[in-house]
Nanobody, 124 residues
Framework: QVQLVESGGGLVQAGGSLRLSCVASGRTFSRYAIGWFRQAPEKEREFVAAINWSGDRTYYTDSVKGQFTISRDNAKNTVYLQMNSLKPEDTAAYYC?????????????????WGQGTQVTVSS
């Protein structure tokens, strides 16, 4: 089990950037693949991006390819989500989640530990 805490959300104008951080507790952080999901009001939680345990494989949903970048620093127990050229439709609560699987999936039930979320609001 790993505890996750997200930060870095906030209010930004369209076209702006934010970097989200997901800090994990525990010495086994490097064993886990990490995913980012988001959930807008009255919508289902959706996959955004994921990164494998070593950081050499990344995965994105089509709508954020070229716009978001996921990375990790295992020495700091941290995964980042760099979000550029933000749009109002990116407004959502963003969650990071951990999975022990080698290849991180895109379904929320494949992840076993979740953070509390951080709100991102993009104004037009």
């Amino acid at each position: 089990q790993v505890q996750l805490v997200e930060s870095g959300g906030g209010l930004v104008q369209a076209g702006g950037s934010l970097r989200l951080s997901c800090v994990a507790s525990g010495r086994t952080f490097s064993r886990y693949a990490i995913g980012w999901f988001r959930q807008a009001p009255e919508k289902e939680r959706e996959f955004v991006a994921a990164i494998n345990w070593s950081g050499d494989r990344t995965y994105y949903t089509d709508s954020v390819k070229g716009q978001f970048t996921i990375s990790r620093d295992n020495a700091k127990n941290t995964v980042y989500l760099q979000m550029n050229s933000l749009k109002p439709e990116d407004t959502a609560a963003y969650y990071c989640a951990a999975t022990i699987t080698t290849v991180p999936g895109v379904r929320f039930y494949e992840y076993h530990d979740w953070g509390q979320g951080t709100q991102v609001t993009v104004s037009s």
